[in-house]
């Protein structure tokens, strides 16, 4: 694929690391596509409509799992009519481990890709640094409580630009067909360890709290979450607290040529932001 021929769908491109990988491709030179329901280009899962507007004379997708699996495999089914000779799907570390009905989108991605006859590379990354600024944990930690179905088993949180500049690669450049990849951070830590951090950093008192399962799913629908969304997270830690997640990777290094960033950098940066305040 050359970088004359290239321009690259990224689907998401206004999420964690789809707003971060069109920065990075385009700071290199690369021709881009941000595509969502509110981005530069409209692209809807649940409208199918939108979908070939959106590839039409792309090369390369960065593909973000759909709710319906189903959807998965028309996407790609026409993208690769339209032209498309690369993808590069997100998905999620310990996917192949954690029980299946945990995120059949996911996987289904997955599959719609290497089914797909062109090239394709997978990326499984640990939960994002960015879980506990942007959505999902920020609330809580505004609130000074933190509770979670997660004992002291570690997770090598990873940050969403390691993440993006990974994807970046794998878009552009030749020899990873048939690859996946997985992705962490460099370091494992606790739950209670990464809130103490970013407690340490905001200047806040904030408290990590450990549920039972069962605690969890109460908190969860009352917070207004679905049974299936409960039931769903819960198989989620359940993973986690099983240590599929929990052993860093030398991946970013090896494919960025140095460290991830870490999470106290994160939390510090986040921090003087206002992420907490």
């Given at each position: 694929m050359t970088k004359e021929a290239n321009e690259i769908l990224v689907i998401g491109?206004?999420?964690?690391?789809?707003?971060?990988?069109?920065?990075?491709?385009?700071?290199?030179?690369?021709?881009v596509r941000a595509a969502s329901r509110s981005g530069e280009?409209?692209?809807?899962?649940t409208e199918p409509a939108t979908w070939e507007p959106a590839v039409a004379g792309a090369s390369a997708v960065y593909l973000t799992a759909p709710a319906d699996p189903a959807a998965a495999d028309a996407f790609v089914a026409s993208a690769v009519k339209s032209g498309v000779g690369r993808?590069?799907?997100?998905?999620?570390?310990?996917?192949?481990?954690?029980?299946?009905?945990?995120?059949?989108?996911m996987l289904g991605a997955e599959q719609a890709v290497r089914d797909s006859g062109v090239e394709?590379?997978?990326?499984?990354?640990?939960?994002?640094?960015?879980?506990?600024?942007?959505?999902?944990?920020?609330?809580?930690?505004?609130?000074?409580r933190l509770a979670l179905p997660m004992?002291?088993?570690p997770e090598p949180f990873i940050d969403a630009q390691d993440i993006a500049d990974v994807a970046a690669i794998l878009l552009t450049e030749e020899g990873h067909h048939g690859q996946v990849y997985e992705l962490s951070g460099r370091r494992a830590l606790t739950f209670a360890e990464a809130v103490a951090t970013i407690a340490e950093a905001s200047g806040r008192s904030i408290q990590y709290v450990e549920l039972t399962p069962e605690e969890y799913r109460s908190e969860v629908l009352a917070?207004?979450?679905?049974?299936?969304?409960?039931?769903?997270?819960?198989?989620?830690f359940a993973g986690m607290r099983a240590g599929y997640l929990a052993e860093?990777?030398?991946?970013?290094?090896?494919?960025?040529?140095r460290e991830p960033i870490d999470f106290d950098t994160y939390a510090q940066q986040a921090a003087a932001a206002g992420a907490w305040s």
């Open positions: 491109g206004t999420g964690k690391t789809g707003r971060r990988l069109v920065h990075a491709l385009r700071a290199s030179g690369e021709r280009v409209r692209f809807d899962w993808f590069v799907a997100l998905s999620g570390r310990g996917i192949d481990k954690i029980d299946r009905d945990f995120s059949p989108s394709w590379t997978i990326i499984r990354p640990n939960n994002f640094h960015q879980n506990f600024d942007e959505d999902l944990w920020r609330q809580p930690l505004v609130d000074g004992d002291a088993t917070e207004g979450w679905s049974e299936a969304d409960a039931a769903a997270l819960n198989l989620m860093p990777t030398d991946t970013v290094r090896r494919l960025l040529g």
